[in-house]
């Protein structure tokens, strides 16, 4: 497939509404409480039955600072004494759900993300993957996707080496921007240097990949400004960029009320960073894989988003669709077979659960058909910008112009804008409409309508 992008300011200013994005289908907005550990329990074990492999996350919600912007659900401290009690509960559960899958089955997949992962230290690192190794089928090769979140003030040269020693091939690190002024409004204090040492180290070490986050949207950021960090970032020529669009949203997350929102850029100033970014990156060779996410044309996930195998789930974008995804620690989201299940957000809850000697999980939902269906023509969507009609109805026994027939009208302005091309077996994104594939996902989105806008971020 063709991997362009075309930028269109009054398209993008036109429909840049608030929209989810479709980490996941049905949205944990639909999950409810009166699913629960036997829902659970029972989706594992139908799981059991099929031919795919796993995907582990781990979340470790720690931080020693709290950056002002941060959306996830971490726990600010600068008491490193509080991640045993953690580690603690974290390995019950994983002995807790290693008992419900068949230890046969390969993890394909492994992600820790928080907070900040490397709050732990090398041994508590160490022991945390020595332990999930006992439980689950891990790959002794890079045969799997094992990647980690990086905050390079918390790492170095030597724990990045330790991380590939313990498994590791994929890193991700925050970098943010490198702006001194955006820093301190943020509280975000990195130096180039902090970043570099890691990025270099991680090359040193062996890792395969490198994916660096920056976000457009905060305090005294200006479209030079931004764009003299993407420069110093380009020097080191990640294998992939995150550009994340920042999402006020302080009634949400507190922390974000200690920025001023006089200082950050407008509607207009935003989308002129977007755009200059955009022509950059791909003026460096890089190529758009959607949803904020560019990548060398090389890269593992530029090769399956051109085969149509990429897929995308609460970690990003991967190259392992078929697995199913178990998520440990507080406030993590697993799906097994047709389920979707959160565990309890605060440590406490988390606690509490564990020691009483079951799992954490406190709400979640079963898809019905109708869910899976839809969730598969939206993955295909976001992750391949192409529906092809035949194979969705021989995969779910449809009829495509029947069961989306109001779909397929909701679709005209969109092909009358050239975000589409429809014909009678294939919808087709254009390189002008991939920077507004969360609008088209949308359209297939059941649940839409019942939501709040609030509680989703603007597209763009």
Not at 412 to 424: C, F, Q, R, S
Request: charged share 25%; glycine share 4%; hydrophobic share 35%.
């Amino acid at each position: 497939m063709e991997q362009s992008i075309q930028f269109d300011e009054q398209l993008i200013k036109r429909y840049n509404q608030s929209g989810p994005r479709y980490t996941s289908y049905p949205t944990a907005i639909q999950f409810e409480e009166d699913f629960g550990l036997a829902d659970y329990k029972a989706a594992a074990q139908r799981s059991n039955s099929s031919e795919r492999g796993l995907s582990l996350y781990f979340h470790i919600p720690f931080c020693d600072t709290v950056c002002f912007f941060c959306a996830c659900n971490k726990v600010w401290t600068r008491d490193r004494s509080k991640s045993q009690p953690y580690l603690e509960r974290l390995f019950k559960e994983i002995e807790l759900q290693s008992a419900l899958f068949d230890p046969n089955r390969k993890v394909e997949q492994l992600h820790w993300g928080g907070g900040t992962p490397t709050f732990l230290n090398v041994e508590e690192m160490t022991a945390l993957m020595q332990k999930t190794r006992q439980h689950f089928n891990l790959y002794d090769d890079d045969s799997g996707e094992y990647s980690i979140e990086i905050d390079p003030r918390e790492a170095s040269r030597e724990s990045v080496k330790a991380l590939r020693e313990l498994g590791f091939n994929r890193m991700s690190l925050g970098v943010q921007d490198f702006d001194p002024q955006v820093q301190k409004a943020v509280n975000r204090i990195q130096s180039k240097e902090q970043t570099f040492e890691v990025l270099y180290g991680a090359r040193e070490a062996g890792f395969l990949s490198v994916n660096v986050d920056l976000i457009y949207g905060l305090p005294h950021q200006t479209e030079q400004g931004f764009l003299k960090t993407l420069d110093q970032v380009l020097e080191a020529e990640p294998d992939r960029f995150s550009i994340f669009n920042y999402a006020h949203m302080p009634s949400m997350f507190p922390t974000q009320k200690k920025m001023n929102e006089a200082d950050m850029p407008n509607a207009d100033e935003k989308l002129a960073i977007l755009q200059s970014t955009t022509e950059r990156l791909l003026e460096a060779g890089y190529v758009y894989i959607g949803m904020d996410h560019f990548a060398k044309p090389d890269d593992e996930l530029a090769i399956a988003q051109r085969n149509e195998t990429l897929y995308r789930n609460f970690q990003g974008y991967s190259t392992h669709a078929e697995c199913d995804l178990i998520g440990m620690g507080a406030t993590s989201i697993s799906l097994i077979d047709n389920t979707y299940a959160q565990n309890r957000k605060g440590l406490n809850e988390y606690y509490e659960a564990i020691d009483s000697g079951d799992l954490a999980v406190f709400r979640g939902v079963k898809l019905s058909e109708d869910d899976e269906l839809r969730r598969d023509v939206i993955t295909r969507l976001i992750s391949h910008f192409h529906l092809n009609f035949a194979q969705l109805e021989q995969l779910w026994n449809i009829r495509f112009a029947e069961y989306f027939s109001t779909e397929l009208v909701s679709l005209d302005p969109m092909v009358a804008d050239g975000l589409i091309e429809l014909d009678k077996d294939d919808l087709r994104v254009t390189a002008k409409g991939r920077l507004l594939i969360r609008n088209i996902c949308m359209v297939f989105d059941a649940y839409l309508k019942q939501s709040s806008a609030n509680r989703f971020s603007k597209v763009i």
